[in-house]
């Protein structure tokens, strides 16, 4: 009695190893797996085991078209994409920005400009200083005017010894002499008769400004003295000096009160020069003819210009 044939063993027997599935870029199963996996080689009745099926290539989504009969193009690898920055987070420190150097020894260029500029900046001090100088040398000008140790008998006031023919006997005087400025002062009494008091007075001063033009000054004061002082006159005088004034006030009344007061003011240059009589009428006064205002501005005109003649080098 013959044996019956033995049924094949299945696939899933131990000992078969099973193929594992390819994964595939497609979302569909592998198409291979839906078949049945063949029999094992050698066993009763089955066929000699096929090739196996090739692997699909993963899709390169990045690849590009091969020209036939061209060889390929090396691909460009994808670049990483900036991410969002963080205000927060810290930030790169690239150091101080460097400073070029200085031009070695042959950096005649740089040196020239660089000396260009000095140069520029020491001929602006240096011509800055000279015009300093010289202009305050040039406009210093004293015309040749020194002041006297003693303007009591420097000075000349012989148009009132006509009116007041006695002399003062202590007289007031003083003077300066400094690098700014050169001064002499003179304070007398006039007198009719011999007394020990005065009828009338006289005040000199000369001043040598060495250092400041007094010129704005003096106009500012003697030009413009009715402003300040009122119920005076101002008369601008011609023929004395660079510009003088003569103010003057009057307020006598008969022989015995008020007074009368004038001021002769000089500036010739740098020099100044001021001439003051000043007469009080009262009770006590002995003088029962007093000089006129108009004949006190005569003399102190006429003795002006003789003192600024006498006191000139």
């Known amino acids: 009695m013959s044996t019956p044939p033995e049924a094949s063993q299945p696939s899933d027997q131990p000992g078969t190893p099973e193929t594992p599935e390819t994964p595939s870029a497609y979302p569909h199963p592998n198409p291979q797996s839906l078949n049945p996996q063949p029999a094992a080689p050698g066993a009763p ?6 090739a196996p099926a090739p692997t699909p ?53 740089g040196r020239a400009v660089l000396w260009a500029v000095v140069g520029a900046v020491v001929a602006s001090a240096v011509w800055a200083g ?5 202009g305050r040398g040039d406009s210093v000008e004293l015309r040749g005017y020194s002041t006297p140790s003693n303007l009591c008998t420097g000075a000349d006031y012989s148009s009132f010894k006509d009116e007041y023919p006695n002399d003062d006997s202590s007289p007031l005087h003083n003077s300066l ?14 007198k009719k008769t011999p007394s020990s008091y005065g009828d009338a007075y ?17 106009t500012a004061l003697w030009k413009n003295y009715r402003k300040s002082h009122s119920g005076y006159d101002v008369e601008i005088v011609k023929g004395i000096g660079d510009e003088a004034y ?49 004949q006190v501005r005569d003399w102190l005109k006429s003795d002006t210009k003789s003192t600024l003649e006498q006191t000139k080098d």
């Open 202 to 218: 006289l005040t000199m001063q000369m001043d040598l400004h060495k250092k400041t033009d007094p010129a704005a000054e003096f």
């Open 246 to 294: 003569l103010v003057s006030n009057d307020t006598t009344s008969g022989t015995t009160s008020g007074s009368i007061y004038a001021t002769l003011a000089v500036r010739d240059g740098w020099m100044t020069y001021t001439m003051e009589f000043t007469e009080y009428r009262t009770t006590y006064n002995s003088d029962t003819s007093p000089p006129d205002l108009s």
């Open 57 to 109: 290539a993963q899709p390169n989504f990045y690849a590009q078209p091969t020209l036939v009969g061209q060889p390929a193009q090396p691909q460009p690898q994808p670049q990483p994409q900036p991410q969002p920055g963080n205000p927060y987070a810290a930030q790169p420190y690239y150091g101080p920005v460097p400073v070029p150097a200085a031009p070695g020894g042959g950096g005649g260029a």
């Open 177 to 190: 002499k400094s690098d700014a400025l050169d001064e002499s002062y003179c304070s007398l009494s006039l």
């Open 45 to 50: 009745g089955s066929d000699p085991p096929p």
């Open 130 to 134: 000279g015009v300093f100088l010289l």
